[in-house]
Nanobody, 124 residues
Framework: QVQLVESGGGLVQAGGSLRLSCAASGLAFIRYTMGWFRQAPGKEREFVAAISWSGGNVYYADSVKGRFTIARDNAKNTVYLQMNNLKPEDTAIYYC?????????????????WGQGTQVTVSS
């Protein structure tokens, strides 16, 4: 079955950096656009970034543009999220997800498979 396993979360001070990874198995990774979402306590899950199957097209939420970078390594079936200049409002559980849609697929229901999430906490 499909498995998406996130790692790399943790506690960091404001202004710091983290790199999240998501290892995929059980799916034809190269056929999928991969996305990152996040969910803070009491809030809805929100889109963060997505990358096309080739890695040639990326799309970001305005709130992270210029600070976060999404990338993928199809040889390793892994997608990454480099997060720089982190802010307390970035605190959330971060999820990776797979979709057959484009990199502009921002709605969670468009994604068919999800990881369990990794916690990111940014202290002020």
């Amino acid at each position: 079955q499909v498995q998406l396993v996130e790692s790399g979360g943790g506690l960091v001070q404001a202004g710091g950096s983290l790199r999240l990874s998501c290892a995929a198995s059980g799916l034809a990774f190269i056929r999928y656009t991969m996305g990152w979402f996040r969910q803070a306590p009491g809030k809805e899950r929100e889109f963060v970034a997505a990358i096309s199957w080739s890695g040639g097209n990326v799309y970001y939420a305005d709130s992270v543009k210029g600070r976060f970078t999404i990338a993928r390594d199809n040889a390793k079936n892994t997608v990454y999220l480099q997060m720089n200049n982190l802010k307390p409002e970035d605190t959330a559980i971060y999820y990776c997800a797979a979709t057959v849609g484009s990199e502009r697929s921002v709605a969670p229901p468009l994604y068919s498979d999800w990881g369990q999430g990794t916690q990111v906490t940014v202290s002020s």
